[in-house]
T-cell receptor
Framework: QQQVKQSPQSLIVQKGGISIINCAYE??????FPWYQQFPGKGPALLIA?????SEKKEGRFTISFNKSAKQFSLHIMDSQPGDSATYFC????????????FGKGTTLSVSS | DAEITQSPRHKITETGRQVTLACHQT?????MFWYRQDLGHGLRLIHY???????NKGEVSDGYSVSRSNTEDLPLTLESAASSQTSVYFC?????????????FGPGTRLLVL
């Protein structure tokens, strides 16, 4: 059973456009939702994260929107740039000792110039 | 600067051989993780450790083992390599606490099992 479902699998966006990646989760005990960014040939790195006490978190051009009732969260990249071309992973976890992050399957974003 | 390193970066081996992938971090992090990344499957957790002598199975642990004898290292062993274990392997670490601490990933090891 896939606990974190991510879509789309791939995305092509024009430079300057908005990139939107969606994730849905099943476990209502999840209370931490990070996004990781991975460039080709590199390991993933934390991009931005949100907790369910807020509905939105913005850092520069990157925004997480969170809908607790729908059990969904999304990453919005405003004014997308070719340098944003990467694979993006959403993830979720519980605040419980001994547990681990559950990752989505990833979205490969290509921003065309 | 503190870092996390993996070795080797590339490895070719034959079916049935034992293979060990090394992971070393200098952050003094208690938590360490091993993932495999395959097209269409994303990042899947193999094993993880929340401290010395602590190891836990992840989603895809069959055919893999780990041991944690010190804080800095978590080697991943493939007991008898299979072609299905051809993948890119990432090690990660995070500071003490739950899974909600930021994970810092290594550069990855690309493994080919022939």
């Amino acid at each position: 059973q896939q606990q974190v479902k991510q879509s789309p699998q791939s995305l092509i966006v024009q430079k300057g456009g908005i990139s939107i990646i969606n994730c849905a989760y099943e476990n209502t005990a999840f209370d931490y939702f990070p996004w990781y960014q991975q460039f080709p040939g590199k390991g993933p790195a934390l991009l931005i994260a949100i907790r369910p006490d807020v509905s939105e978190k913005k850092e520069g051009r990157f925004t997480i929107s969170f809908n607790k009732s729908a059990k969904q969260f999304s990453l919005h990249i405003m004014d997308s740039q070719p340098g944003d071309s990467a694979t993006y992973f959403c993830a979720a976890s519980k605040n419980q000792a001994g547990t681990a992050l559950i990752f989505g399957k990833g979205t490969t974003l290509s921003v065309s110039s | 600067d503190a870092e996390i390193t993996q070795s080797p970066r590339h490895k070719i081996t034959e079916t049935g051989r034992q293979v060990t992938l090394a992971c070393h971090q200098t952050w003094n992090h208690n938590n360490m993780f091993w993932y495999r990344q395959d097209l269409g499957h994303g990042l899947r957790l193999i094993h993880y450790s929340y401290g010395v002598q602590d190891t836990n199975k992840g989603e895809v642990s069959d055919g893999y083992s780990v041991s944690r004898s010190n804080t800095e290292d978590l080697p991943l062993t493939l007991e008898s390599a299979a072609s299905s274990q051809t993948s890119v392997y990432f090690c990660a670490s995070s500071s003490s606490g739950t899974a909600q601490e930021t994970q810092y990933f290594g550069p990855g090891t690309r493994l080919l099992v022939l």
